[in-house]
């Protein structure tokens, strides 16, 4: 089984980036599927959600109309839209697998996680 991050970088404030979880192993469309972020220093929060066939989303306060979580049960992968980076997003932001969606704030319920990929947001 395997989550595999990519697409992080530096990028200047007011930037994008598109992030990537490709996924092995697994059935992927019995998953729904997270992002999660770990500033430094702090805690691993939810960024956004999406239900296993895609029609359910949702997305954190803080990056609701910049971030957009979307997947692709052909090609086994979950991505993460970001626009308008400020630097406050800056964090290792891993994807996650969860059967329920009423644990998906529950970090210790998740089956699989990645490895995450590094975003820093900076000019």
């Known amino acids: 089984v395997q989550l595999v991050e990519s697409g992080g970088g530096l990028v200047q404030p007011g930037g994008s980036l598109r992030l990537s979880c490709a996924a092995s192993?697994?059935?992927?469309?019995?998953?729904?599927m997270t992002w999660f972020r770990q500033p430094p220093g702090a805690e691993r929060e939810l960024v956004a959600a999406?239900?296993?066939?895609?029609?359910?989303?949702r997305h954190v306060d803080s990056v609701k109309g910049r971030f957009t979580i979307s997947r692709d049960n052909v090609k086994n992968t979950v991505y993460l839209q970001m626009n308008n980076l400020k630097p406050e997003d800056t964090a290792v932001y891993y994807c996650?697998?969860?059967?329920?969606?009423?644990?998906?704030?529950?970090?210790?319920?998740?089956?699989?996680w990645g490895l995450g990929t590094q975003v820093t947001v900076s000019s």
């Open positions: 996650g697998a969860v059967r329920k969606w009423a644990d998906i704030r529950t970090m210790d319920n998740y089956d699989y």
């Open positions: 192993g697994f059935i992927f469309k019995d998953y729904h």
């Open positions: 999406i239900e296993n066939f895609g029609i359910g989303t």
